[in-house]
């Protein structure tokens, strides 16, 4: 933490507040940050205790309504239901490996029935964790940063060879402020939180940050190029605005 920052807590609110002195601000500002719920308050270089915490105590009933829409978080726990692909899924955590899991990957995904019935596409699917118990939400987030890699470097290759271009590289990170980016160097930055979503989605944010290799921009130009490749975008543009948010409540913490 930086000299320019400092926490601020209050007794009738449930998280510590953020204070960041900011050369630009002109006045005090508050702000709860969806994907981290942390509250923010900027403030002008100099400002004086006091006045911070008059202005906090202000707006602490404003700040608590904010907090209290959010969504729930959802750790990655035993038992709790994730998005894959946009299909709930439940996790088990298994423990360590034994003798029935030989040849059995970290991560397993098993849908519904056994060997004798056909899996049924509305029954539960779940994520095996194998491992110890410990480190399974470490793993699982590992495994899915892959398994978006993996899906987003498929898509990203369709659409990049269908509209003639190339990348440098593509990586996954835990971006929190945008789904993809596109460089200057044609380096292409996705969220791996895309593969909660389902396929369309991520596939349109493919072909988005694809099309931005040639078109830096959001011009008619380019809402074209992605067009040309993905015809029907609107209604996984429409998921993503609507939705988005939400997919930053699972794992939050790890
Ligand atoms: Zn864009």
Request: overall charge positive; aromatic content about 6%; some cysteine.
């Amino acid at each position: 933490m930086s000299k320019d920052s400092y926490h601020l807590s209050h007794e009738n609110l449930a998280r510590p507040v953020l204070v960041k002195k900011s050369p630009r601000a002109k006045r005090m500002t508050l702000r709860v940050s969806p994907t981290q719920r942390d509250v923010i308050l900027t403030i002008p270089v100099r400002t004086g205790a006091r006045k911070v915490s008059a202005f906090l105590e202000q707006h602490i009933e404003w700040l608590n309504q904010q907090l209290a829409k959010l969504p729930e978080p959802v750790p990655f726990e035993n038992g709790r239901f994730i998005p894959f692909l946009g299909q709930p899924h439940e996790l088990v955590f298994c423990g360590p490996r034994t003798k029935k899991h030989v040849g059995q990957g970290v991560v397993t995904r098993i849908m519904a029935g056994d060997e004798h019935t056909k899996p049924d596409p509305s029954a539960n699917v779940s994520l095996q964790i194998l491992g110890a118990v410990d480190h399974a939400p470490r793993r699982l987030k590992d495994w899915l940063k892959k398994e978006a890699k993996r899906k987003l470097v498929e898509r990203v290759d369709i659409h990049a060879r269908r509209l003639g271009l190339d990348y440098t590289r593509l990586g996954v990170r835990d971006q929190r402020s945008r789904w993809g980016s596109c460089s200057s160097q044609k380096s292409l930055s996705f969220s791996w939180r895309l593969i909660l979503a389902p396929e369309r989605v991520l596939d349109y944010v493919a072909a988005h940050e694809v099309a931005h290799l040639r078109e830096m921009n959001h011009s008619e130009r380019f809402w074209a190029l992605v067009a040309k490749t993905l015809p029907e975008h609107n209604e996984a543009r429409q998921w993503l605005r609507q939705n988005g948010q939400d997919l930053h409540r699972y794992g939050a913490n790890e």
